[in-house]
């Protein structure tokens, strides 16, 4: 995910669009290019291979002897994440990366040049870096991690839009603290309700999580549990009127038990302790089923919930910046 370091030696790369039998050498390369953040083919296939908006002529590929020595993704909606809307102005270049030995040669410009043209060439005038969902890798650009590609994308007209905190807590002798206890126990008395959903809890749970924090929530929750995911990944918090105020899960994104969220309290509840509450009856939860921690991607680390993890023991392991390039159409 850099452009900087050595001289290569032999001919030019080719850049190419993505084909038959790249998959291999692309998972291979990007390991040696992004050592902290390698992928398996698995993961590969499921986030790009199969992703409905995936267009093999938006992930190029740079190719010399038939080993692959860098590679950038663009992608467009195709198919909307919920409703009608495809986003007509908006694209995303979820990864980059350049091989060691072919950096400071003009290959990562060369790479990610190709896709902006590309994504231009479909309308798009807006390009994140990083920030794709249903399918990112990660949040946006870890500058610790990749000092490089920071100064190419911003070259490129790439700016820093908002800053996301990846946080981790230790789970080993974890037990909820007696003040959280007492706070539900309060609640319980005013009539709220904390526990697993019921089959129908889950109408009121996904219209929940699609008003107040946007479609690609509930997707996140229905993929998980199509996938399988038990019911007992998720609290809900009731109402007196038994209306769904609140949730907390672990486990949906990939099946990655340690990996917590998502995580709402509808607005009008917020500030109640409902929040500290579901969080950490999920950490109890997790810690049943035997997780070691419990991680997460992104948080604002100012905002109130970046507060609310680092009061019950989260502390702050990556920040990302998530990058936009605007141009006029």
Sequence with gaps: MDDAALRPEGARPVVRAFAAGDGGPLVAAWARSAPCDPVTRERFRRHVLLDPNFDPAGLLVAVRD??????????????????????????????????????????????????????????????????YTPHYFLPGLDRDAYPHAGPLLARLGFRPR????????????????????????????EGFRFGTPRDDDLVGLLRLAGDEFGPDWPQAIRRALD?????????????????????????????????????GVRADQRGTGLGRVLLHLTLERMRAAGAHGAWFLWTGERSPAGRLYRSAGFATTRTFQVLRREVRP
Excluded: K
């Excluded at 981790?168 to 007696?178: E, I, Q």
């Excluded at 918090?237 to 969220?261: I, Q, T």
């Design 227 to 263: 996938g399988g995911a038990p019911l007992e990944r998720i609290v809900t918090a009731h109402d007196p009127s038994g209306r769904v105020v609140g949730w907390a899960m672990h486990g949906a994104y990939e099946g990655l038990v340690e990996r917590f969220g998502p995580f």
């Design 66 to 131: 038939c080993d692959v020595l860098g590679a950038a993704y663009g992608v467009r909606r195709q198919v909307p994440v919920a409703g009608g809307d495809l986003e007509p102005a908006q694209g995303w270049i979820p990864f980059f990366f350049v091989d060691p030995a072919v950096r400071r040669t003009g290959l990562g410009r060369r790479l990610l040049t190709g896709v902006l043209d590309w994504l231009a060439w479909h309308g798009r005038t807006r390009v994140d870096f990083a920030s």
């Design 162 to 189: 908002l800053e996301a905190a990846a946080m981790d807590r230790g789970l080993v002798g974890y037990r909820v603290p007696g003040a959280v206890r007492e706070r539900a126990a309060a609640l319980a008395a």
